[in-house]
Structures are given as structure tokens and as C-alpha cells.
């Protein structure tokens, strides 16, 4: 090893500058982990919701970004925002093979210590779910103790979603997308539309005269590919920990996650491949 490849080299002293764990705060972030039974795997249980939190955080911060710029017509950054948007995806799907580890058993060990706290009252999974267009107001309950998580949740519900703005701009090209989908209630998620359909026909039909939009188009659909993976396996990794038992947060449990398997999110963008 060369002297300049040398360990003693690293920077030591950190008294007057930030260390990795400052800048992290890790000590605040590690604090935050409070198992309440003796457990082992409640450990486990806590952290992957903490490190899904996360990235459920940075999805929200890319999305809103991805949506600002689309509203202004721009079309190939936010392609790089929603690119990071389905490796995040792709991380938070993956957490749940880490949970799998965990035995019906071993989770009853702690069950009970956390009440009625489930994952249906995520305001981050929320939001994600509001700016991709699955709207309800009943949704909302859950955060009326909290202005500081409703009010944004709710400014989101009246806002156009990532899919409205796509919709927004192939108006905007000159495509024929109707004033009752532009103008349409935005509290609602989206139906299908035959001339929107039609529309989306036009830019798949011809890709290079509309590459931006098509690529938008084909990188949407890979937002919500991984967004029904994550979903389906949610729903898995809940039947093996507790089959069919109610939730812990009031819904009827794989029921209510099997049921939301069925969410469309982009009506138009799936049924273009069969009519093409």
C-alpha cells in the first residue's frame, strides 16, 4: 500500500467539523428506534417501517418535483425524477422480503403492544397514493387530529395529479383530450376515456413524432408496474404473518389489500396496448 492509499491519512478530528454520524444525525435517527416489547422481532418490524417511511419520503419530494416542471412543459427531467421514483419503488418492495423473515409466531409476540397503529394511516403512502391519483376523502380521517399532515393531504386531493398534468400537456400539443377530463372533479380517481385513449393511440402510433410524451407515457407505467408490485406483495407478506385476520388499523386486512389490487391508476395507458 502506497502512503497515500494509507488508513492514517483519513481525517480524524472531528471537533470543529461535521462527521459522517453529525451530518446524518444519526444519533437522532437511532433515537427514534423504541421497540416497546422485549421482542427480538419487533426490532426488525420497526425498522423496516422506518427505512420504508424514507424512501416513501423521497418518492413524495421527487414526484412533486417531477409534477412542477410537467406543468411547465417540461419533459425530460422530470423523466429523471420518475426514473429515481421507480428505483425507490423498487427499494421499498424489496422491504418486504426482509419482513417475510418474520413468523406468525414471532410477530404475535408484539402485536398487541401497538394497538390500532397501522400502515393505513401513513401520511407519506398517502400522499404518494393522492399524487398518483387514487382519491378518496374518507382517506383523510385519519389525519384530522394532525393539520399539519391533513391540510397538505387535502390541498393534495383538490390538486391535478401526475397523470392529470400528462393528460394537461397532451392537450397542450395539440392532441384532442376533452374539456370533462380536463375540467373533471380532481377529488375522483380517473376513469377510463375512449377519446383520451385515442389520443395516447395517436402518440404511440407514431413515437417519434411524439417521443417526449411517449417516453413519459411508457415511464408512467413504470411508476405503476412497481407501485401494484409493491401492493401484491404487502398483501403476501400479510397473509403469511396473519391470513386473514382483520387489520390492525380497522380494515378487513388482506381482504382490503386483495381488493386494492384492482386500482388502475393510468385507465388509458394499459388499454392502449390492446387496441394498437
Request: net charge negative.
Amino acid at each position: 500500500m502506497s502512503d497515500q492509499d494509507a488508513p492514517e491519512r483519513a481525517h480524524t478530528d472531528f471537533s470543529h467539523s461535521l462527521s459522517y454520524g453529525d451530518y446524518l444525525q444519526l444519533d437522532t435517527l437511532k433515537a427514534a428506534h423504541r421497540p416497546i416489547t422485549g421482542a427480538h422481532d419487533e426490532h426488525l418490524f420497526i425498522a423496516v417501517h422506518h427505512v420504508s417511511e424514507v424512501w416513501l419520503e423521497l418518492i413524495v419530494r421527487e414526484l412533486r418535483a417531477a409534477m412542477t416542471l410537467l406543468h411547465g412543459g417540461i419533459t425530460d427531467t422530470p423523466l429523471k425524477m420518475l426514473t429515481r421514483v421507480v428505483r425507490a419503488q423498487e427499494q421499498l418492495t424489496n422491504a418486504w422480503e426482509v419482513l417475510k423473515t418474520m413468523t406468525p409466531a414471532d410477530y404475535l409476540q408484539f402485536r398487541h403492544a401497538f394497538g390500532q397503529a397501522s400502515g393505513f394511516q401513513s401520511a407519506s403512502y398517502r400522499t404518494v397514493e393522492f399524487l398518483l391519483g387514487n382519491r378518496r376523502a374518507v382517506l383523510l380521517r385519519p389525519h384530522e387530529h394532525r393539520p399539519d399532515l391533513h391540510d397538505p393531504l387535502e390541498a393534495d386531493l383538490h390538486a391535478p395529479s401526475l397523470y392529470d398534468l400528462a393528460l394537461r400537456l397532451l392537450a397542450a400539443r395539440g392532441l384532442p383530450v376533452p374539456r370533462e377530463v380536463l375540467e373533471r372533479d380532481l377529488t375522483q380517481p380517473p376513469v377510463l376515456n375512449e377519446a383520451v385513449l385515442d389520443a395516447w393511440l395517436t402518440v404511440y402510433r407514431a413515437p417519434d413524432t411524439y417521443w417526449d410524451l411517449y417516453e413519459l407515457a411508457e415511464k408512467l407505467l413504470d411508476v405503476e408496474d412497481n407501485f401494484r408490485r409493491w401492493r401484491f406483495n404487502h398483501l403476501t407478506t400479510v397473509e403469511r404473518t396473519i391470513g386473514f385476520k382483520a387489520g390492525s388499523g380497522g380494515t378487513s386486512g388482506a381482504g382490503y389489500l386483495r381488493a386494492a389490487l384492482n386500482t388502475v391508476l393510468f385507465p388509458e395507458l394499459w388499454e392502449v396496448r390492446t387496441r394498437l
